[in-house]
């Protein structure tokens, strides 16, 4: 099974700035990797497939990058709106798909 | 608009049974593979279980951990996906959502979630 790890647990940013949310997997998942966001209450909405493809919707200001063992979700400028839960999900190797333990993005 | 609508949930003692479904349209469902993800209280997301498009075998994965308990099946007909949740134990509480899994490049990832339904297993 493939480990996901996210860093930092929680990242407290102020509006308008840039945040960056990291993720690794204990081995390579090529680019078969995504970004979810998660508002409380609300089911998980993706964000980013293929390590860097915005899904359908999604504000520019979202760019995910990396491949192999590395990835980074960037938001360029905060918005109100942004500030929940982020998840990285693997989709190379499965069963079983794996998620790392997620992001609390915070207003500082 | 792609909508899913999950069902069925509710208070059941351990190891009782219940059964949930997953209510899907703007889309032509019998084309896609679903799957059934949870999210106990306060924790992350986990997987469930997977089923297949019919063209592609209509077969079906699942976590180790539900594997033998859990079923999973679809309806094309009604565009209903469902989840049978058998020997349910506290550990099963939680958020239970379906989603929409989209077929890239032989790897399946999970474009569309239903709203969750809450399964709570206590006596």
């Known amino acids: 099974e493939i480990v996901m790890t996210q860093s930092p647990v929680t990242l407290s940013v102020s509006p308008g700035e840039r945040a960056t949310l990291s993720c690794r997997a204990s081995?390579?998942?090529?680019?078969?990797l995504a970004w979810y966001q998660q508002k409380p209450g609300q089911a998980p909405r993706l964000l980013i497939y293929?390590?860097?493809t915005r899904a359908t919707a999604i504000p520019a200001r979202f760019s995910g990058s990396g491949s192999g063992t590395e990835f980074t979700l960037t938001i360029s400028s905060l918005q109100s709106e942004d500030f929940a839960v982020y998840y990285c999900?693997?989709?190379?190797?499965?069963?079983?798909?794996?998620f790392g333990q997620g992001t609390k993005l915070e207003i500082k | 608009e792609v909508q899913l609508v999950e069902s069925g949930g509710g208070l059941v003692q351990p190891g009782r049974s219940l059964r949930l479904s997953c209510t899907a349209s703007?889309?032509?469902?019998?084309?896609?593979?679903m799957s059934w993800f949870r999210q106990a209280p306060g924790k992350g997301l986990e997987w469930v279980g997977f089923i297949r498009s019919k063209p592609y075998g209509g077969s079906t994965e699942y976590a180790a951990s539900v594997k033998g308990r859990f079923t999973i099946s679809r309806d094309d007909s009604k565009s209903i996906a469902y989840l049978q949740m058998n020997s349910l134990n506290t550990e099963d509480t939680a958020v239970y959502y379906c989603?929409?899994?989209?077929?890239?490049?032989?790897?399946?990832?999970?474009?569309?979630w239903g709203q969750g339904t809450l399964v709570t297993v206590s006596s």
């Open positions: 999900q693997q989709y190379n190797n499965w069963p079983p798909y794996t």
């Open positions: 081995q390579s998942v090529s680019s078969n």
């Open positions: 293929g390590a860097s």
């Open positions: 989603t929409r899994d989209r077929y890239s490049g032989s790897y399946y990832y999970f474009d569309y």
């Open positions: 703007g889309f032509s469902f019998g084309d896609y593979a």
